[in-house]
Each structure stands twice: as C-alpha cells, then as structure tokens.
C-alpha cells in the first residue's frame, strides 16, 4: 500500500489516520513499529519540515532514517521508460528503487513541479515511477500535484483547533459548533510562480472530510479539472459543499479557516515571465492582512510554510493567536508517524 494522495483512502481510513496521529500527540501510543527497519527519504527539493518531521517521527518509531538527495548526495536519476541515458543522468529509477528496497521498508519521496509542462507534469510522473518499480510502500512528501501529508496535518490542526473551542463553548454553556467548518482556500500574491501541490491535497482532503470549502483565486489560476471534479464529488458523497470566487474581499466573508497559498497558473507552465507579468496586478490585494481577517468568523489562519512574510500574509495576521502555522508543522510530525505506522502493517 502506497500513500500518494487522500484520494485512495476512504473517510473512514483517514479518520483513522487522525484518530492515531492525536493519540502518538497525547502520548497514549508508545509502539515501535520501525525498530530494527530502515526508511528511505529521496529529497528532489529543499524542505525543512517534512525532512525533520520524517526523520525525527522514523526515530521515535523505533527505525533508522536514510536521507538522499539525487543529483547532489546520490547519483542523478532518469524515471522515462526506455530512455537513452546518455545525457546527465547517471542511474535509472528502476535501479534506484530495486536497490533500495533491499535495505528499506518503505521509501518517502519530495519531487517538485518543475512549472516546465502542464500536461506531463499534472500526471506526477516521477512519483508514479517511484511506485511502479517499488514493491515497498511509497511515501508522497510532496509531488508535482499532491502534498498529502501536509492536507493530513492541516485536517489534524483544523479538527484539534475545533475539539479545543467546542470544549471551550460547552463550558460557557453556548451552542455547540459543528465538525464541518466553513474553509476559505484562497490563492495569494507571490513574486514567482509556485506548484500546486499544496492547493491540491488541501482542497481535496478538505472536501473529503466534508468541509464547507470556497476556493479564492484570480481568474487564470485555476486548478486542475479533473481533480476540481474529484473535490466536488467528494464534497457531495461527504455533505459538505464547494464553491469558487474571484473576489479577495467577499471570499473572507464569515468563514471561520482561512488557509493561504500562492501557486502558478497551469497556463504558463513553461513560461514563468508571462505568469509574473500577470500576476503583478494583484500585489498588494490578494494579501492575507486584518482588514480581511476581520470579514471572518473568527477563523483561524493556516499557511503550509515557508511563508513570505508581509507578501502572502501580514506580521499581524501570522503573529495573531489565531493563526495555527505552528501547529500544523508540528502536526506533520504526528500524522506521519500514525501513516507510517498503518504503511508498514500491511
Ligand atoms: N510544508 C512543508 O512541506 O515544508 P517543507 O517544504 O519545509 O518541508
């Protein structure tokens, strides 16, 4: 079993996940499932949090990390089927993975977008390999279109948050909240474009777990298709709703989660200049700022990290107490451990 999206588990499943991961939080859960086993992570990209969450949640898993950076600390790679691999790629997938699933019990891997093209990119083609040669489970710490231990993480924090308030409530004898929120996704001015990734898994998880979800985006940064005929779906089979808007200001409009991300438009994918030339007209609005925050319910504010401070959100905002990007780090941490503990089961 592979974790490359929420969109191949069920609610119950992902529950369950949550349920685990609140559970290895609180301390309640001290198995060692990973002692004596080793965990793969490939680094195609940078990271902070999922490299540190990964390694650190291995560890107390009772197993043994072991980091790789293609093109730097390991060889460079080639995923194509039947490439002529006399270019700058030193070693094939099919290799890479036979290999190392010798040593591992399951493998992680971090593979950005490249922005270069749409149409191969929106397929995840380095992801898919990874899991087409595995015969061990194939972690997704964040692909081309799909991040979805982040979306676990922040379906933790959205439901932490919401357990801790209704206690709060029911104390001051007030009504009670419900488990579905009303949750604004909206896009955010960045000086460059940035993958989808994120937006992704965040508005499918959120439709998954029956959300009230409104997606806030220029015109021209729409996401993809058919995962917007996923969400949807979803969203329906969960009882929750999904709806789209281009106004930055009526999208804040009594919405009690606020969660921010820039990403590029699948137009100009290959074209970079053109998406910066576009979206300048939009520095400085779509900004996550009080006067914004102050249209909501009281929502908390969410961003993934790293987050370009007074670009995508104001210090105010993000130095708020109701903004949870903190918790949400931390909540990788959790959730990873309750994935890679369900991962390695089976
Ligand atoms: N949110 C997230 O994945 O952070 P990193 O890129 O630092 O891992």
Redesign the pocket.
Not at 47 to 51: E, I, P
């Given at each position: 079993m592979n974790f490359l999206t929420t969109n191949n588990f069920n609610r119950a499943e992902l529950d369950a996940l949550i349920a685990s991961a609140l559970d290895l939080k609180s301390g309640v859960a001290e198995a060692k499932p990973l002692a004596g086993r080793s965990v793969a992570l490939v680094f195609f990209n940078p990271?902070?949090?999922?490299?540190a969450s990964m390694q650190v949640g291995i560890y107390e898993l009772g197993g043994n990390a072991v980091i790789l950076e293609p093109g730097s600390t390991s060889w460079t790679l080639e995923h194509r089927e039947g490439a002529v691999m006399d270019g700058d790629k030193t070693e094939h997938l099919k290799e890479f993975v036979r290999v190392l699933e010798r040593y591992v019990s399951a493998i992680g891997v971090r593979t950005f977008a490249e922005l270069k093209d749409w149409e191969t990119e929106r397929t995840d083609p380095i992801l898919n390999a990874f899991a087409k040669y595995a015969s061990v489970p194939i972690i997704n710490l964040?692909s081309a279109m799909h991040?979805p231990c982040?979306a676990m993480a922040d379906m933790m924090t959205i439901k932490e948050r919401s357990d801790t308030e209704r206690t709060e409530k029911d104390q001051n004898k007030s009504s009670e909240s419900s488990a579905a929120k009303k949750i604004l996704l909206t896009w955010a001015w960045h000086p460059k474009p940035l993958p989808m990734a994120v937006p992704n898994s965040f508005a499918l998880a959120a439709a998954q777990f029956g959300h009230n979800l409104r997606i806030a985006h220029p015109k021209g940064y729409e996401l993809d298709d058919e995962l917007i005929e996923e969400i949807k779906k979803h969203s329906a089979d969960a009882g929750g709703s999904v709806e789209f808007t281009n106004d930055v200001e009526s999208a804040f409009d009594d919405v009690e989660v606020v969660y921010a991300k820039s990403w590029g438009s699948k137009y100009h994918y290959g074209n970079a200049n053109q998406d910066i030339r576009e979206r300048s007209v939009y520095r400085d609005k779509w900004i996550v700022d009080e006067a914004k925050m102050a249209r909501t319910n009281d929502a908390i504010f969410m961003h993934?990290?790293?987050v370009r401070r007074n670009v995508i959100v104001t210090d105010g905002v993000i130095d708020s107490p109701r903004s949870v990007v903190i918790d949400e780090a931390e909540n990788r941490l959790h959730v990873q451990k309750a994935i890679l503990t369900e991962l390695i089961k089976v």
């Open positions: 990271s902070l949090r999922t490299r964040e991040h982040q993934c990290l790293p």
